[in-house]
């Protein structure tokens, strides 16, 4: 029986020169890859060569990954002079490569990486050759393998971006040092050089500050959390929390350095602050005692602008910047609801004494004062896109999550930007059809998409393009509470993000990468890491066809199997048809769609009801348009026949910020109606409230309008948010539907002070 595995990777760029097919599957993909004839066999008889101390760290982690991994220990030389056998470190001579540039060159005698003398090029080297390697598993019992056959090859290499990130949320759900080594780990392997580490939120301050012990002793725990979806409103009573001893973080940081990787700290501020108060109350407007939260979203605890809450944050800052080294410190910046301050007599006297228009300046004048401050101490902050509301701190970074929109502005001004747009970014966000996935906050960003990501917006002119660093993606984790749902959430789409931000937007190859990306699974199981098959999935789109039809199109990569559909969900698949074409639906329908390879189902079952009604595909006006955030059907979305399920994914709602909804559907010709539907959603978490009034119209020629009665927001919480009108049968052409929005969040709610967000589903008419 042999005791290993072995995989080749599959690799996309076959350069014209090679008569070797290529087979390798590196991710992300090297800019040239030339594969060439031949082999080199890696053994205990093999030397690694680095001349300059310069890059021993590098030497040091190859040697000990061969030994961990393979059982083959691999001497350390600085001085070899017959450097056959050998993986040898060849310092750049040229002054040409830049810090992050390697080739690697593996031929039948030697293996060689070359790099800047003290930049990462040689990790990033080692990361490529180690994807090349065979895989190997250890069977206990089995004598080891005493040699591996790596395959010859040519690789010039270089990233995209400047700044490629990954985020982890750990105040939600606080996760083991050994864990967040794990994390780092997987980020050396797909070359992401920054870590953005979510220390501090109204559920958890997890860093420990020697001045203020009561930040971990109090602010760390919370008396339970809640379980289920917001909308349950469901609570635990376990005691819940953690935090890093300052050792802690020194360990992890200096990990993460011999990795190549910068950790960001992130320290909330203003908002998002609510652990800190329950800890220190005095840091607030009220000075009353608070509790660290155990739900999740925004709280209206949030520090006050006096000037012992600066000192604090300066002396927090001071033990910050002693254990992170690098150039910049988060301070978020977001989400501040600014109730308390219009009510506290300390706050307005600052916004008078420092000549300030409102709240929005007042926070920018926190934000300004916070960064002036870590300036006298050589960093600069990094903020997300809220920072820019009442004027942009100088030199602040700015990290656009709310779209692209913030970034855009933040590089018109000639300010660096990292883009993390949550359509794209947010990988907590549902991969898949939320029916057989585990809860997540919401939102829809399969593989596909995240691989579809396009950090520079073209908006900008060239010179504004170069503003934009890069770009990460953020782990939040209020609905994941184990390592294992982090790391399910996490793979394979950080794979994909990798390739968006280190590979040339022209040699991206997205059909390639969902064949590469698969051969990484194996990798995942032998490092006991878990990942999601979602992309093995069905995906489905519609359009509107001649009356009431729609035109259903079913989507999956051609490289996995073929799509297979039935209207009978009880058939055996065997029984399913081929699909090959767009499908006409005439009449409501129950269908279900997989992907089936030599006959086997290679993902999970697509089921969906599409309801045909006499309001499906029909025209509809809006007097005001929907928020472009949350608008991506169009007016289709409401008409398509598909009711919205929940758990919520974005696509299937259409949402108003502060607006009230008013349409006008045009069905056409005048119809018998008896019945009205329309479906509302109710998230206070994310700021998302019933309408607080819903009333219908009728009319023949779409000018006189006649009312069919009023719905209150009770009424409509009675129905469990789809109302359902039932009327005499009458005859209209036109239906209109006009629903208030809630108007301004109210206090003690998450976001108070900020506008509620109106959401709706599929309007139906029978």
Known sequence: MK??????????????????????????????????????????????????????????????????????Y???????????????????????????????????NKITITALKGGSGFFYGIQSLIQILPLYQK????????????????????????????????????????????????????????????????????????????????????????????????????PYGGFYTQNDIREIVAYAKQR??????????????????????????????VQTAKAWGVFENVFCSKDSTFNFIKDVLDEVI??????????????????????????????????LKDENELQSFFIKRVSNY????????????????????????????????????????????????????????????????????????????????????????????????????????????????????????????????????ENKNESDFLRRVQNHFALYKLRNINFSKTLYDVNFSLKPAFKNNVLLSLTANKSLGD????????????????????LMVPSTVDFAAAVLKDGKLQGKILQRKIHINKATGKELKFKTEPSKYYNKGGAFTLVNGIKAVLPRINN????????????????????????LEVGFLNEELNWIYLPRELEFFTSEDGLIFKSLGNINTAQIKEQNRVVTLKTETLKTRYVKISAKNAGKIPSGKPGAGENCWLFCDEISID
């Open 74 to 108: 691999v001497p350390l030389l600085t001085d070899y002079k017959n450097t056959s056998n050998a993986i040898v470190f060849n310092y750049d001579a040229t002054g040409t490569y830049k810090k992050e540039q390697y080739d690697l060159n593996i031929q039948a």
């Open 322 to 355: 002693a254990l992170f080294p690098g150039d910049y410190i988060h301070i978020g910046g977001d989400e501040c609801p600014k109730l308390q301050w219009k009510a506290c007599p300390t706050c307005q006297a600052r916004l008078k004494k420092e000549g």
């Open 3 to 72: 005791n290993y595995l072995l995989l080749i990777f599959v690799s996309a760029l076959v350069c014209v020169n090679a008569q070797t097919k290529n087979t390798f599957s590196i991710i992300p993909m090297p800019n040239l890859i030339r594969p060439m004839e031949g082999k080199f066999v890696l053994s205990s008889q093999t030397k690694i060569v680095a001349s300059d101390t310069a890059n021993y760290k590098d030497a040091f982690y190859l040697r000990n990954f061969l030994k961990e991994v393979y059982d083959v």
């Open 139 to 238: 069977v206990a019992g089995n004598p080891p393998q005493l040699t591996f056959d790596v395959p010859c090859v040519k690789i010039q290499d270089a990233p995209r971006f400047k700044y490629r990130g990954m985020h982890l949320d750990v105040s939600r759900h606080f996760f083991r040092k050994e864990f967040v080594k794990k994390y780092i780990d997987l980020l050396a392997l797909y070359k992401f050089n920054t870590c953005h580490w979510h220390l501090t939120d109204a559920q958890g301050w997890r860093i420990e500050i020697k001045k203020y012990p009561l930040l971990t002793t109090v602010g760390a725990f919370r008396s339970g959390s809640m379980i289920g979806t917001y909308s349950d409103q469901k609570f635990d009573d376990l």
């Open 652 to 675: 299937e709602w259409l949402g108003w910020s502060g607006d009230d909804m008013e349409l006008t559907l045009d069905l056409g010709e005048s119809t018998n109606i008896s019945t």
């Open 563 to 582: 799509i297979y559909y039935t209207n009978n969900s009880s058939l055996p698949v065997s029984q399913w048809s081929k699909y090959d074409t767009a």
């Open 260 to 289: 190549h990787i910068t950790i960001l700290p992130e320290i909330e501020m203003p908002g998002h602050s609510q652990a800190a108060l329950a800890a220190y109350p005095w840091l607030g407007c009220k000075n009353q005692t």
């Open 374 to 505: 870590l300036k006298t101490k050589k960093r600069s902050i990094v903020g997300w896109d809220e920072i820019i509301e009442g004027g942009l701190a100088p030199g602040a970074t700015v990290m656009s999550w709310r779209g692209f929109d913030g970034g855009v502005e933040a590089a018109k001004m000639k300010h660096d930007v990292i883009m993390t747009p949550g359509e794209f970014c947010y990988f907590d966000h549902y991969q898949a059809q939320p029916k057989d996935e585990p809860v997540a906050i919401g939102g829809f960003t399969p593989l596909e998409k995240v691989y579809a990501f396009e950090p520079v917006p073209a908006s900008l002119n060239d010179e504004e393009k170069k503003y934009v660093k890069g770009a990460q993606a953020n782990v939040w984790t209020e609905y994941m509470a184990t390592e294992e749902h982090v790391e399910y959430m996490l793979n394979p789409r950080l794979a994909a993000l990798s390739e968006v931000l280190w590979t040339k937007k």
